[in-house]
């Protein structure tokens, strides 16, 4: 039926998976990304019904074609689809009529185009909320966002500071992807997480035998970051001896792997990030002076949610619709906002991602009122925390204290109501674990 046509220079210029079939919806044509997709070649799917090439949960795919063929009419349709590979991607299906020059009905082209760029990217989007300046009115996160094409445009270390949650990894991956170094990797470097005995091994690699159970050579995050750019999240927790090392990074352009004595030579931009003051930890000897000076060639700081209180419903709005996932989006009450427009967001911006994902599980779908929210919200006021406030004893008058006053009565109160547990307290915080440790051993609790 299509033999009379040459359509693979055609077919293969199309960016997506394409199929052509017969009245009977057995395969015809397909072209290198169909193959690519299902793993078969043309020679071997050719008289096979679509039903047997393309396997989607949309299948029978008869009760598509009905419109196509009968009545002549493109049909779109998202689902999903099983790859080579055996793992399932979002794909749009796009079904047309082919005709030919005498408008005899041919068949049907199909069209599968991969969604999980677009799926990857929208989940990127709800995280982006932390950072993103299309979902602020403050003055202060526009003009960082003016500044954002200057930030990108260099290779300058760029350290960013802010409070926990406030979206630093979500700019430092923004400058990235949109410099010149966007098409070579961004490696993501927990200075928190990280003990110091596997920090070393880890972002500088090793040589085989530099300790026991070193068989192979481990290249290290440098080296996989190489032409791309490195983020340091929390570098103020980064060991006295690695900061050495990274020193010379900067300096010279190279380093030695754990266990040898060559040299490595690397490209890399360095961005770092931090939620602790390192001018005090300059002073008090925890952090290298002549590091903090090379890593502060550009600086920025993020905002804190209780300094951008205009941007709550924005924020509120963008995640109730993404995790909402299409369905019909519940609202707030007025009780409800007017309760998180009172709250603090010690977690910032992630904190209240995490709040309004716990309130929408269980609102299911209704509209969510005050009693939706987390239980640590309806707390008695003088309980909660509140911007420059901390309650407890020797503050009963509402004295203005230093955030960090404010953020260990906070961690002290929610350790209290989850009786000492951790991940409870974690949770109730907004933060990972990780994130309370570190915070526990900054404040000394």
């Keep these: 039926m299509f033999q009379d046509v040459d359509l693979s220079v055609f077919l293969d210029g199309i960016p997506h998976a394409v199929l052509l079939v017969d009245p009977a919806l057995s395969v015809r044509a397909m072209n290198r990304q169909g193959e690519a997709m299902t793993g078969r070649s043309l020679k071997e799917v050719a008289g096979i019904g679509a039903d047997f090439v393309i396997r989607s949960n949309l299948r029978p795919f008869s009760r598509f074609f009905k419109a196509v063929l009968e009545d002549r009419q493109t049909v779109s349709q998202e689902g999903n689809v099983l790859d080579r590979n055996r793992k399932i991607a979002p794909a749009r299906f796009t079904i047309s009529p082919v005709e030919g020059r ?107 035998g530099a300790f026991a159970g070193a068989e192979r050579v481990r290249q290290g995050m440098l080296r996989l970051a190489d032409h791309g750019t490195i983020f340091f999240n929390e570098i103020g927790d980064m060991p006295l001896s690695m900061q050495a090392k990274l020193l010379s990074v900067l300096d010279d352009g190279e380093f030695s792997p754990l266990g040898s004595t060559r040299k490595v030579a690397v490209d890399v931009r360095i961005i770092a990030a931090t939620s602790r003051d390192l001018k005090a930890l300059v002073e008090e000897g925890l952090f290298r002076e002549d590091l903090y000076y090379r890593l502060n060639v550009l600086r920025l700081r993020l905002p804190s949610l209780r300094e951008r209180q205009e941007d709550i419903p924005l924020l509120i709005d963008h995640f109730i619709r993404h995790f909402s996932k299409g369905a019909a989006t519940p609202q707030l009450d007025s009780e409800a906002l007017g309760e998180l427009k009172a709250y603090s967001f010690p ?45 407890g004893p020797g503050n009963a008058g509402g004295k203005a204290l230093r955030w960090d006053d404010v953020e260990k009565e906070m961690i002290i109160d929610a350790l209290r109501e989850a009786r000492g547990k951790k991940n409870e307290a974690a949770k109730k915080l907004g933060w990972a674990r990780s994130t309370l440790y570190r915070k526990l051993r900054q404040h000394g609790i």
């Design 102 to 208: 005498d408008g005899d009905l041919l068949g049907a082209m199909v069209v599968v185009e991969d969604l999980s760029h677009t799926a990857y990217l929208e989940e990127e989007r709800a995280h982006m909320g932390e950072f993103d300046a299309e979902l602020s009115l403050n003055p202060k996160m526009r003009e960082i966002a003016e500044k954002m094409p200057v930030f990108a445009a260099t290779d300058a270390s760029l350290l960013i500071e802010g409070e926990t949650g406030t979206g630093k990894g979500s700019l430092a991956e923004t400058v990235h992807k949109a410099s010149k170094r966007a098409g070579y990797p961004y490696i993501k470097v927990n200075c928190a997480a990280l003990p110091e005995s596997l920090l070393e091994s880890e972002l500088f690699g090793h040589a085989p």
């Design 347 to 391: 977690g910032n911006v992630r904190e209240l991602r995490n709040m309004l994902e716990h309130t929408l599980i269980l609102s299911q779908g209704e509209s969510i009122t005050k009693e939706h929210l987390p239980e640590y919200l309806r707390s008695p006021e003088s309980l909660r925390p509140h911007a420059g406030v901390a309650p």
